[in-house]
């Protein structure tokens, strides 16, 4: 008999995913190039040469064996090694190859921090706005997942409802910064803050709480800056990093989960992930992709391109009278539809061939998200469509 809980979840498909089909399919009439699809956050411009030589350079120089067959169950040696190295530089934080597990991208990473500190009917506090697909990430674990308000001022937490809702059964707290779908970075002043909290509260309950951090557009900051490394300022962390966005290589699948060398127990967490791999069928990721990555863990894609389009449609936005914040990086943008329901106003986007995503799957009704990974010149030609559509519509 076919499992009814998968099986109703056929109704509840991601709209993110529905409204980047009708972009495809809208593309084939018009020509994709005539619609504005802001729907999906996938990376638009080049991966970096060197990767794809590192690529070739092991296909070349490497043994069949060592490029195509199966890598140890925690990733390859030398390449945790390397992970390590690097993070150690970056963030000062001691890290080793035992600290690292290798991971296909943060979706994965995210699946094994999940087990690593939950058991069914525990609880797993989020941050609205987050990514949807959140909710199906942990409620298949058994677990749940418990979502704080968000602060519609400035989008950073919300910390009277987070320390209401930071109750006994909590396990793990996940942050998701810079965050996919504000574009906001978390501070240091509001990690400071988490932070106490959460040690505050495993004091009163007897247990820690861990912290799981999702970063994949880490590398993805505006102005010159930085964004704060999260386990710098909280010892039970768990980084759930990808390669994705900041290589622009999402179909490689390749990125890794960093244990805090000073988190409770974090000499039993990579080999466990080992173990959880087992009951989800992870079994390791490429071993030509771990060995290419570890060649440009310091390199990124030119992400510049993403600062340009923010700027370009945040000043049209401001100009329009929309409310929204600057997003501090990623390539989101999360504004304020100019009427309550963001359905609605997505759904009358479409009609001038505006993909635009409403906001209600992610804990914030009324907003709607733009992904602006796209060619600069397609973002210029669609502002006058976005004029046309917010001057005539309201």
Do not use: W
């Amino acid at each position: 008999m076919l499992v009814q809980k998968y099986k109703d979840m056929l109704g509840g498909k991601s709209v993110i995913r529905e409204l980047s089909e009708f972009a495809t399919a809208r593309g084939k009439e018009i020509g994709y190039e005539n619609v504005f699809d802001y729907s999906l956050g996938n990376p638009s411009v080049a991966v970096p040469k060197e990767f794809n030589d590192a690529i070739i350079k092991a296909l070349q120089t490497m043994s069949g064996q060592a490029v195509h067959g199966y890598s140890p169950s925690l990733g390859i040696t030398s390449v945790r090694e390397k992970v390590a190295a690097s993070l150690e530089k970056r963030f000062g934080i001691p890290y080793r190859a035992e600290h690292i597990f290798m991971t296909s991208a943060a979706a994965s990473a995210l699946a094994h921090a999940f087990r690593l500190v939950t058991q069914p009917g525990d609880e797993i506090l989020t941050f609205a706005p987050f990514f949807p697909e959140y909710h199906p990430y942990v409620d298949l674990t058994g677990a749940t997942l418990k979502v704080v308000p968000p602060n519609f001022v400035d989008f950073q937490i919300n910390f009277d409802k987070t320390a209401e809702m930071m109750t006994e059964k909590v396990m793990a707290v996940m942050i998701n910064t810079p965050n996919n779908p504000t574009g906001v970075v978390y501070s240091e002043d509001t990690l400071k803050k988490l932070a106490d909290l959460m040690t505050e509260k495993s004091k009163q309950y007897g247990h820690p709480i861990y912290l799981i951090t999702d970063e994949p557009y880490r590398e993805i900051v505006f102005g010159g800056k930085q964004a704060p490394c999260v386990s710098k300022y909280y010892d039970n962390t768990i980084m759930c990093y990808s390669f994705s966005k900041s290589l622009s290589v999402p179909g490689e699948r390749i990125g890794y989960l960093a244990v805090n060398p000073k988190a409770e127990g974090a000499e039993f967490m990579v080999p466990m992930c080992g173990q959880i791999s087992r009951g989800i069928g992870h079994n390791c990721p490429s071993s030509v992709i771990q060995l290419a990555m570890a060649e440009v863990l310091d390199l990124t894609s030119d992400l510049s391109v993403y600062e340009t389009n923010m700027n370009l449609i945040y000043n049209e936005l401001v100009d329009l009278g929309i409310e929204v914040v600057k997003p501090d990086g990623t390539f989101y943008i999360f504004p304020k539809a100019p009427e309550a329901d963001a359905k609605a106003f997505s759904k009358k986007a479409l009609a001038y061939d505006l993909v635009l995503v409403p906001a209600d799957t992610f804990g914030a009704p009324g907003y709607f998200r733009m992904a602006y990974c796209i060619d600069t010149e397609k973002v210029e030609r669609s502002l006058p469509a976005l004029r046309k559509f917010i001057k005539e519509t309201y």
